[in-house]
């Protein structure tokens, strides 16, 4: 497996296709809802890419956030989780956050997904919201 940091619209556009199958397809959120002003080649809103081999298997993005990294669009198509990529793709995002300078990151992470994020050292800040009729919490860590 290979983490790449996205810096091509070829790459940009893999990356939408994961998001397409995993959030579009798989957990029917709106297509509308899906994609946003951040998804471009920016320098505020890094994406980054993980490769098995020659296939493109999971994704996410970064944005800073008042003075904040915040970790979205976490996503691993469905045959390659339980890999451990999911840990590979927060690890690279908290790096690229330390990179920009900041020590704070946060996330909406999905309530499935919340011991994962504990195990990685995020703590829960919030109740139970809903975000595009999935249930999440806001989680937070120092980096």
Do not use: W
């Not at 946060?106 to 995020?122: C, D, M, R, S, V």
Request: a negative charge; one cysteine or more; aromatic letters at 6%.
């Amino acid at each position: 497996m290979q983490t790449i940091r996205v810096i091509t619209q070829e790459q940009l556009d893999q990356a939408f296709e994961i998001r397409k199958e995993v959030f579009v397809i798989e957990q029917e959120v709106p297509l509308e809802d899906e994609f946003d002003q951040f998804d471009q080649l920016d320098s505020n809103c890094k994406h980054i890419l993980i490769m098995d081999t020659d296939k493109c298997v999971g994704t996410a993005r970064l944005r800073e956030v008042d003075g904040t990294g915040k970790l979205e669009r976490i996503c691993v198509l469905e045959p390659f989780r339980k890999l451990g990529l999911g840990k590979v793709i927060v690890r690279e995002l908290e790096e690229i956050a330390k990179e920009k300078g900041l020590n704070r990151v946060k996330l909406h992470g999905q309530t499935h997904a919340e011991a994962f994020y504990k195990n990685l050292g995020y703590e829960t800040s919030s109740d139970v919201f809903m975000e595009d009729g999935i249930p999440h919490v806001l989680m937070t860590k120092k980096i």
